[in-house]
């Protein structure tokens, strides 16, 4: 027997978060990931999947960046190479964003909170030092950039996740998604984002490394929260049609192709001024060749990352970026690039995986509705 | 009967000139939740080491080797409803395949089952 895929389970040589011990105390079996030791899984991705759809999981992404921008034009710098809308973001909003590069393509993807006196942001971590490489390039002096590397950040998702964290914090019950605040629990100074990465509500709990394993067992020892690994996570993301940077996005994806105009702000749609803005507003307003779909794929067989998309003459003309099992529909789904004119919701196509042809029907993401918070209209 | 292991986590139940072959439950756990299982057909010649069967889980996908050369004589039908069959009874009824053994010889350098738990203890 032999792995094909992607996962390394070599024994790792990386750096340790400061979740470390705790994870192994909980069982957790853990990988190399992002130049992290991390935990893939404790009891079971299946059954750490199904726990957060239905009650509450803990995940420790503490690998992710965490980066605050300080300085008068930081919101107006921050723009030059991001397609959203930052100087207007309301203090404690949080914004999905993209960070261009100069000929459009997707070099991370992230969320931006404006506060009140600065502006906090969370990439990805296998991207995240070339993001402040690429960011430190095109910053005046002016701005200050600040990786918090002495912040653990934990995620808390589910059903169960608000009324789990307010038993605790009661004054969380204010936040609806894309809202974020700095709160305390028990002497630990804690920022509470309403947002995360499995379509569910929840939050992401940025927390001082030193209180790290404090919080998660403070909060893990509610009968509703568990705590889950990469695994589930990576699973939890494909159902929701989350895109996955440096699988779904690339640098050489654009926004449009990969399906994200909607975090191109009005504003900025019509003034341009970001890093790849004629690229990519040509394509917002012509459309691009190709485009990012969800997959149904028949029968049992995932198909994964690297499959590709034929057609009826067995000529790629697309490719799989993400795919699994679906635990929640429990059946095999995926993520493809395909011709923007087969993009159609219900258009069937031929992928092909070591040979083997798959049948496949492009479907509306998420595969799994969202199940957000969010503020209800006034 | 006998039953032997390989370094691959493969374990042969052997009667004769007919073998039964599966994967063991070390190699299950690692595996994780077994989604699907794609064993090969009647009468397919297979030689020592080709791709037999292809097993996937949740996160994985990964191939299980004919760990000797022979004849399918069998694939496990149940496997395609019931693929969880690898992770609830790996050494039982998840058995992948039945060979018609055509080197009998070629068992020789596999291990016994004390052998095997010493080989999973030293991973």
């Given at each position: 027997?032999?792995?094909?895929?992607?996962?390394?389970?070599?024994?790792?040589?990386?750096?340790?978060?400061?979740?470390?011990?705790?994870?192994?105390?909980?069982?957790?079996?853990?990988?190399?990931?992002?130049?992290?030791?991390?935990?893939?899984?404790?009891?079971?991705i299946m059954?750490?999947h199904?726990?957060?759809?239905?009650?509450?999981?803990?995940?420790?992404?503490?690998?992710?960046?965490?980066?605050?921008?300080?300085?008068?034009?930081?919101?107006?710098?921050?723009?030059?190479?991001?397609?959203?809308?930052?100087?207007?973001?309301?203090?404690?909003?949080?914004?999905?964003?993209?960070?261009?590069?100069?000929?459009?393509?997707?070099?991370?993807?992230?969320?931006?909170?404006?506060?009140?006196?600065?502006?906090?942001?969370?990439?990805?971590?296998?991207?995240?030092?070339?993001?402040?490489?690429?960011?430190?390039?095109?910053?005046?002096?002016?701005?200050?950039?600040?990786?918090?590397?002495?912040?653990?950040?934990?995620?808390?998702?589910?059903?169960?996740?608000?009324?789990?964290?307010?038993?605790?914090?009661?004054?969380?019950?204010?936040?609806?998604?894309?809202?974020?605040?700095?709160?305390?629990?028990?002497?630990?100074?804690?920022?509470?984002?309403?947002?995360?990465?499995?379509?569910?509500?929840?939050?992401?709990?940025?927390?001082?490394?030193?209180?790290?394993?404090?919080?998660?067992?403070?909060?893990?020892?509610?009968?509703?929260?568990?705590?889950?690994?990469?695994?589930?996570?990576?699973s939890?993301?494909l159902?929701?049609?989350?895109?996955?940077?440096?699988?779904?996005?690339?640098?050489?994806?654009?926004?449009?192709?990969?399906?994200?105009?909607?975090?191109?702000?009005?504003?900025?749609?019509?003034?341009?001024?970001?890093?790849?803005?004629?690229?990519?507003?040509?394509?917002?307003?012509?459309?691009?060749?190709?485009?990012?779909?969800?997959?149904?794929v028949?029968?049992r067989q995932p198909l994964r990352?690297?499959?590709?998309?034929?057609?009826?003459?067995?000529?790629?003309?697309?490719?799989?970026?993400?795919g699994g099992f679906s635990p929640s529909l429990e059946r095999p789904i995926a993520?493809?690039?395909?011709?923007?004119?087969?993009?159609?919701?219900?258009?069937?196509?031929?992928?092909?995986?070591?040979?083997?042809?798959?049948?496949?029907?492009?479907?509306?993401?998420?595969?799994?509705?969202?199940?957000?918070?969010?503020?209800?209209?006034? | 009967?006998?039953?032997?292991?390989?370094?691959?986590?493969?374990?042969?139940?052997?009667?004769?000139?007919?073998?039964?072959?599966?994967?063991?439950?070390?190699?299950?756990?690692?595996?994780?939740d077994v989604v699907f299982?794609?064993?090969?057909?009647?009468?397919?010649?297979?030689?020592?080491?080709?791709?037999?069967?292809?097993?996937e889980s949740v996160k994985?996908?990964?191939?299980?080797?004919?760990?000797?050369?022979?004849?399918?004589?069998?694939?496990?039908?149940?496997?395609?409803?019931?693929p969880?069959?690898?992770?609830?009874?790996?050494?039982?009824?998840?058995?992948?395949?039945?060979?018609?053994?055509?080197?009998?010889?070629?068992?020789?350098?596999?291990?016994?089952?004390?052998?095997?738990?010493?080989?999973?203890?030293?991973?």
């Open positions: 027997m032999s792995d094909q895929n992607e996962l390394d389970d070599s024994p790792p040589q990386d750096q340790k978060l400061p979740l470390d011990s705790w994870h192994r105390g909980q069982g957790a079996r853990m990988v190399s990931f992002a130049g992290y030791e991390m935990p893939i899984q404790y009891e079971g059954a750490e199904i726990w957060t759809r239905e009650n509450a999981g803990l995940f420790d992404v503490s690998h992710m960046g965490q980066v605050v921008f300080t300085g008068e034009n930081a919101d107006a710098e921050l723009e030059k190479i991001l397609p959203g809308e930052i100087q207007k973001l309301g203090v404690n909003r949080i914004r999905y964003s993209l960070l261009l590069a100069q000929d459009g393509g997707i070099l991370d993807d992230l969320m931006v909170t404006r506060r009140a006196n600065d502006i906090y942001a969370v990439v990805n971590g296998a991207t995240k030092y070339d993001d402040l490489a690429y960011i430190i390039d095109n910053m005046p002096d002016s701005v200050t950039i600040n990786l918090m590397d002495d912040h653990a950040l934990l995620a808390l998702q589910g059903p169960k996740a608000g009324t789990a964290l307010a038993s605790f914090i009661p004054e969380v019950d204010n936040l609806y998604f894309m809202m974020a605040g700095a709160f305390a629990l028990d002497g630990m100074d804690l920022w509470i984002s309403r947002s995360g990465y499995t379509g569910e509500d929840g939050f992401e709990i940025s927390v001082a490394a030193q209180h790290a394993e404090k919080l998660a067992g403070m909060l893990c020892g509610h009968e509703d929260v568990k705590p889950i690994g990469l695994g589930a996570r990576d939890l993301r159902e929701a049609g989350l895109p996955l940077y440096g699988h779904d996005l690339t640098p050489q994806i654009t926004p449009i192709q990969a399906d994200l105009g909607f975090a191109l702000n009005k504003r900025r749609r019509e003034q341009g001024g970001f890093a790849g803005a004629q690229r990519v507003l040509g394509e917002h307003k012509d459309g691009a060749a190709m485009k990012r779909v969800g997959l149904f028949d029968g990352e690297g499959a590709i998309i034929v057609d009826d003459a067995g000529n790629e003309i697309g490719q799989v970026t993400s993520m493809a690039y395909v011709p923007s004119e087969l993009s159609e919701e219900g258009t069937v196509l031929t992928a092909q995986q070591r040979g083997k042809p798959f049948a496949v029907t492009v479907t509306k993401m998420p595969f799994v509705p969202h199940n957000y918070r969010r503020k209800p209209k006034a | 009967m006998s039953r032997y292991f390989t370094e691959d986590h493969e374990w042969i139940d052997v009667d004769g000139n007919n073998a039964t072959v599966g994967i063991t439950n070390y190699a299950q756990e690692q595996l994780g299982v794609e064993v090969p057909e009647n009468g397919k010649e297979l030689g020592k080491g080709d791709d037999a069967a292809v097993v994985a996908a990964s191939d299980v080797y004919a760990p000797v050369s022979g004849t399918v004589s069998e694939g496990n039908v149940a496997l395609a409803d019931d969880s069959l690898i992770n609830t009874d790996p050494e039982g009824e998840g058995w992948f395949f039945k060979l018609d053994l055509s080197d009998t010889s070629q068992l020789e350098g596999l291990m016994d089952e004390a052998a095997y738990k010493e080989f999973v203890a030293s991973l």
